[in-house]
């Protein structure tokens, strides 16, 4: 006698296997069927809970192939609980210094163009920063910078950095820069008409970030066309300053300005 496979459905007809990935804490996937994209937060018994860019949150049966990771379909299962592991690099990459006390504050300053550029510096090099007692400070734009440098008093032992946005040949801030000229100041600058951009595109969930007219304000023209909250841009900006975790997330022009302007304002 023949022996059959109790499951006669042909092979064309079966479903792939998909890998089973953790739910782990802000792993960022898409729910094939309403198509809501967002990072986890949370992993309960059957279901997950996932939060969107703009701190939507959603809660979802953890279903075979109920989920797209990077375009592929997997199935999300709870992660196995583990020790806590301690960091040892900081968000910046520095090596850390588990326990350490932060530095009373120097003398000298780093100054940077408004609140957001210093909240995204206080997001990847704050460690850093409080081990090495650097202040970071906001000017609300550098049109007054020549005077506000003249009323810092720059010295040896009392140095000050400055993060300039859109710091290329020929524009409005290249030319207030170029009137900074004391050899205790270091003016450098980044290419982005605004520190959103210095946010890699991958790390906010999209391909690229979109060119705004000339003359139409960039944040505002940013949202609308990628279908952001427009009249909000406070907001948006939290939800982006969530997705960096680490200098990982920021593109080059930006990380080696920082780090110039903290080895400027500690170095003797």
Not at 40 to 55: H, N, Q, S, Y
Not at 71 to 87: E, H, N, Q
Not at 98 to 103: C, E
Not at 145 to 164: H, Y
Request: glycine fraction near 8%; proline fraction near 9%; charge should be negative.
């Amino acid at each position: 006698m023949r022996s059959y496979d109790p499951d006669l459905t042909p092979a064309w007809k079966k479903s792939a296997p998909v890998p089973e990935v953790p739910a782990d804490h802000d792993l960022v996937v898409e729910e094939v069927s309403t198509g809501f994209c967002g990072a986890v937060i949370r992993c309960e018994a059957g279901t997950v809970t996932l939060e969107d860019r703009f701190g939507k949150h959603r809660v979802f049966p953890m279903e075979p192939r109920g989920f797209l990771l990077e375009g592929r379909v997997v199935t999300l299962v709870r992660p196995t609980a583990a020790a806590p592991v301690r960091p040892t690099r900081t968000a910046s990459g520095s090596v850390a210094v588990p326990g350490a006390r932060a530095r009373v504050a120097r003398a000298g300053r780093i100054y940077v163009e408004g609140r957001h550029d210093a909240e995204l510096v206080e997001r990847v090099w704050g460690d850093d920063l409080r081990i090495e007692g650097v202040v970071v400070e906001y000017l609300e734009g550098v049109d007054d910078l020549p005077s506000i440098v003249a009323e810092f008093a720059p010295a040896p032992d009392t140095r000050l950095g400055v993060l300039v946005d859109h710091l290329v040949p020929g524009s409005k801030e290249s030319r207030i820069a170029a009137q900074v000229t004391s050899p205790d100041v270091l003016v450098v600058g980044h290419p982005y008409i605004d520190i959103w951009e210095a946010v890699k595109p991958s790390a906010v969930g999209i391909k690229a970030w979109p060119t705004v007219p000339r003359g139409q304000d960039w944040k505002t023209g940013v949202c609308r066309a990628l279908g952001w909250p427009s009249d909000n841009t406070g907001a948006v900006w939290q939800a982006i300053l969530k997705r960096v975790n680490s200098y990982k997330d920021l593109e080059p022009e930006l990380l080696g300005r920082v780090e110039e302007l903290i080895d400027f304002v500690t170095t003797p």
